[in-house]
């Protein structure tokens, strides 16, 4: 099945060429996203259809596909990604999946840390999500990651780990009225304290412009509660292909239907 694959794309690479070559005709010198969200969803699937059972193995082909991603967000001076890529719900399956996937992560961000193009681009790594739910060997790697490229401000590259929408708005809330009692308030000057324009200084990624594409890979059309806040006014794009096999055409049919749209914010 596997080498019939191969066949397969063999012959299909000259068509794709020159659908990709059309695409990118069509996305340059148009808007593009500053922001990029992404739900790498569809690992597990990839794994079964192309009869790889090991967890690591099927987490470590989704892992290498950040590189392109990297690669063509550089190309279109996207500068920032956001990559969901465990959530806290994520945790409770079964311990050979978690350790697949943790381990994955583990050696993916080592080799940021020494990564040429990660330097070459300027790239900041940073994670978000409940560092405190993960196991040590995980938050080594992860603040190992963040201090080698702290210095950085050219692009963001932030891996949601450990992370939930709704634990990061309780998160934001809970971080707010600590100060608000450190402060002394009454509970009535806390309450006023509460607003929306608060709370978003209070969430992970505070700092960052929110959104505007979130794009979800495997079919699958919801969004579990990525960025639950930060998306309000985001646009949506959901793309057939599994996360492992997404292609850079799948990326570019993702910004041709952004810059497509017509933004409202609301209004």
Not at 149 to 155: F, I, K, L
Not at 248 to 258: C, G, Q, S, Y
Request: proline share 4%.
């Amino acid at each position: 099945m596997e080498w019939q694959n191969k066949v397969a794309a063999m012959a299909l690479r000259p068509l794709y060429a020159a659908y990709e070559l059309r695409l990118m005709r069509q996305v340059t010198d148009q808007p593009m996203p500053r922001h990029i969200g992404l739900i790498l969803d569809g690992n597990r699937r990839f794994g079964h259809l192309r009869g790889v059972t090991d967890p690591r193995e099927i987490y470590m082909r989704g892992a290498a596909k950040l590189d392109e991603v990297l690669a063509w967000c550089d190309e279109f001076a996207i500068g920032a990604v956001t990559l969901w890529v465990c959530s806290t719900d994520n945790l409770a399956r079964p311990p050979e999946q978690v350790t697949g996937i943790l381990q994955a992560v583990e050696a993916k961000l080592s080799s940021l840390v020494n990564d040429v193009h990660v330097h070459r681009r300027r790239i900041r790594v940073q994670t978000i999500g409940r560092r405190d739910c993960l196991p040590a060997s995980t938050r080594e790697v992860i603040s190992a990651a963040e201090r080698a490229t702290a210095h950085y401000n050219q692009r963001v590259l932030t891996i949601a780990i450990a992370y939930g929408g709704r634990e990061e708005i309780v998160d934001a809330v809970r971080a707010l009225l600590e100060d608000c009692r450190q402060q002394d308030l009454s509970l009535r000057d806390a309450i006023e304290r509460v607003t929306p324009e608060s709370i978003s200084r209070y969430l992970y990624l505070a700092n960052m412009p929110e959104p505007d594409l979130l794009i979800r890979t495997s079919g699958e059309v919801r969004l579990s509660g990525f960025l639950l806040w930060q998306s309000a006014y985001s646009e949506f794009y959901f793309s057939d292909a599994l996360w492992p096999a997404f292609r850079k055409i799948d990326f570019l049919r993702a910004v041709r239907a952004f810059q497509q749209r017509r933004r409202r914010f609301g209004l």
